[in-house]
């Protein structure tokens, strides 16, 4: 099975950085996935790291250990807009495409 | 291009009570996923349709069916309905044939269900 856990909720300040940490425990890891999701609307896409290292897309970056089993979402220049809940989900095996175990989710605020 | 469309987006139900949702996965996807998220909580996958048969499934009772048409568009049917049903239910559409391994999920809106 899957455990994946991360944090309950973060607060930060407009223009300030926020990390949120997921750890999780799997077999066959085969990618993490960051997914947004603003109250009552569809989760959206951030990012996707299979790999250990970091990958930067614009004011979002996440970073992927395997041997740890940890990765983090660091959120840069926050906006008010960036308040929402974050998603971190596995997907382990390779016939398991559309199957992504998701943790609990961070709900991420943030404060003028 | 339309993104992954669900109905309804609200219902209520009462208990013992049938219901069926509805989704149209986003243009030239193959492959529709379930999933139910609680209050509070992330999704849980149910199952996955691909080719019109369910391809993976989670660990979720028989109670839960599903189905998937030419179209690729795909049901969720729920019988028997426990209070512990209500949530909301996500549909994620993909591409089955990726070589990728980032293959993404698109999820729709949802359909949040109430069982009384």
């Excluded at chain 1, 959206?44 to 089993?69: A, I, P």
């Amino acid at each position: 099975g899957q455990n994946i856990d991360q944090p309950t909720e973060m607060t930060a300040t407009e223009g300030a950085i926020v990390q949120i940490n997921c750890t999780y425990q799997t077999s066959g890891f085969n990618g993490l996935f960051w997914y947004q999701q603003h109250a009552g609307e569809a989760p959206t896409f951030l990012s996707y790291n299979v790999l250990d290292g970091l990958e930067e897309k614009g004011r979002f970056s996440s970073f992927l250990s395997r041997s740890k089993g940890y990765s983090y979402l660091l959120l840069k220049e926050l906006q008010m807009k960036d308040s929402a809940s974050y998603l971190c989900a596995v997907r382990a095996g390779t016939d398991s495409w559309g199957k992504l175990q998701f943790g609990a989710g961070t709900q991420v605020v943030v404060t003028p | 291009d339309a993104g992954v469309t669900q109905s309804p987006t609200h219902l209520i139900k009462t208990r013992g009570q049938q219901v069926t949702l509805r989704c149209s996965p986003k243009s030239g996807h193959d492959t529709v996923s379930w999933y139910q998220q609680a209050l509070g909580q992330g999704p849980q996958f149910i199952f996955q349709y691909y080719e019109e048969e369910e391809r993976q499934r989670g660990n979720f009772p028989d109670r839960f069916s599903g189905h998937q048409f030419p179209n690729y568009s795909s049901e969720l049917n729920v019988n028997a309905l426990l209070l512990g049903d209500s949530a909301l239910y996500l549909c994620a559409s993909s591409l089955w044939d990726r070589p990728s391994g980032a293959n993404v999920l698109t999820f729709g809106a949802g359909s949040r269900l109430t069982v009384l």
